[in-house]
């Protein structure tokens, strides 16, 4: 749940050393239709303050929708972030947050991008 009314961004930044747009994105509903044969709601990325959101929600049917990792181990990190506009240069973003060397370097790219300290991140481990 966030405090203000704001459109929500989750980027990865993967054991694969690579970053990726996860939230939202453009082929979404296409992707899951074709990995689990049944079609996704529309995902809006505009959230309203103080209700809880799950991404990626349901699809039409209220199945869960899930991310799935590639097999390289190391730490991922997700970066959850939110703008009371909405950001276009997501390819951008994605290349910045991969050529960047370090997480401090991940936040600046991130908060300059979004004009704000509006980043959270959550790093886990994979084996």
């Known amino acids: 749940a966030a405090d203000a009314d704001a ?8 054991s694969d050393q690579q970053a990726a747009l996860l939230f939202p994105t453009e082929d979404w509903e296409s992707q899951f239709e074709k990995q689990f044969g049944r079609k996704a709601k529309k995902q809006d990325n505009y959230c309203r303050a103080d209700l809880e959101y799950v991404v990626p929600g349901p699809d039409a049917a209220g199945q869960p929708r899930f991310f799935k990792l590639d097999n390289t181990p190391g730490n991922n990190t997700l970066y959850v972030c939110a703008s009371r506009s909405n950001i276009q240069n997501y390819q951008d973003i994605v290349a910045q947050l991969t050529k960047a060397g ?26």
């Open 7 to 14: 459109s929500i961004y989750v980027f990865l930044f993967g």
């Open 102 to 127: 370090s997480e401090e370097a991940r936040l600046k790219v991130l908060t300059d991008s979004f004009k704000v300290d509006c980043v959270k991140s959550f790093t886990f481990k994979q084996e």
